[in-house]
């Protein structure tokens, strides 16, 4: 097949070599800089440039691999000039736009297959030179389909990842998708850029160790990008915030009444939370 790639950034660049190493489908790329697609053909990241502005897009599948709001202009652009059976794949780590967009692009273009996604992996570091051809190895990849009529796409893009080395699929509603992520990611950058600016963030060398460096990982990140995230997704983010406010605020208040009791049934119940959240993924 050929595999279109739209933004050669960490995610899309991780993806295309991770392409160009276990499969033998040609990777075409695009990125909107010359500079990065000169760094991604260095790095053995595709075989060929793909034009997105050619009259005719022959591709099998296009994967976008950019921001949210960019996702939602190339899918505007490239979808009236794809070929008949062709799909389409986004990135974007919010979908409640995204699938909105694919929803209404679909009506005008039924031979056209649409397929929301979101891989979950990453890094604290941005750009395709930064990018690894084992990123998403044990990585799953969200799927959150547009209609009935896509499943068939559903069924290839199965299929594509396990070839390309996957670690599995999980298939979501845009809702729960957004709902679930606000919590395990975009809460979890949040609290980690809260964290951080403790001026005392400033004198740890010597004071600490994994549980800092766990806790203040996330906090380097692309700010243009995460602010594009969380405001497309603010509904679902504020709502996670305002229950981490309740928790923080049981804690602060036992601790400013001395009661050591309520202080260990609080986290007694935070280890059980954390044991049966483990459990649980084991058993998947």
């Excluded at 034009?51 to 950019?66: G, H, K, Q, S």
């Excluded at 056209?112 to 992996?121: D, K, L, T």
């Excluded at 949040?190 to 994994?210: C, D, F, R, T």
């Excluded at 602060?252 to 459990?279: C, F, H, P, R, V």
């Amino acid at each position: 097949m050929k595999v279109g790639i739209v933004g050669l950034g960490l995610i899309g660049g991780s993806l295309a070599r991770q392409i160009m190493r276990n499969t033998t489908h040609t990777v075409l790329a695009y990125d909107i800089s010359d500079e990065v697609l000169k760094k991604g053909a260095l790095l053995n990241a595709y075989h060929d440039i793909l034009d997105i502005n050619a009259e005719n897009i022959d591709v099998d599948i296009l994967i976008i691999a950019t921001n949210p709001r960019a996702t939602l202009s190339i899918l505007d652009s490239v979808t009236p000039r794809l070929k008949k059976g062709a799909i389409i794949f986004d990135c974007a780590g919010v979908k409640k736009e995204i699938i909105k967009k694919m929803v209404a692009l679909k009506e005008s273009y039924p031979d056209i297959y649409f397929v929301g996604g979101h891989p979950m992996a990453g890094r604290e570091f941005s750009g395709v030179a930064h990018s690894t051809a084992t990123l998403f190895e044990k990585a799953y990849i969200i799927m959150t389909p547009v209609d009935m009529d896509d499943l068939p796409a559903v069924g290839v893009m199965k299929e594509f990842f396990k070839e390309v080395k996957c670690e599995g699929i999980t298939m979501s509603s845009y809702e729960k998708h957004d709902q679930i992520i606000a919590y395990t990611s975009q809460l979890a950058h949040i609290v980690s850029s809260a964290y951080i600016k403790n001026p005392l963030s400033q004198e740890h060398v010597g004071y600490s160790a994994g549980s800092f460096r766990d806790l203040t990982r996330v906090a380097k990140l692309n700010p243009t990008m995460w602010t594009e995230l969380f405001m497309a997704n603010k509904d679902y983010l504020l709502s996670a915030i305002e229950d981490l406010e309740k928790h923080i605020g049981e804690y602060k208040q036992a601790i400013q009444n001395g009661d050591e009791e309520q202080l260990k049934e609080l986290l007694k119940l935070g280890t059980e939370m954390k044991e049966s959240a483990d459990k649980k993924a084991r058993q998947k």
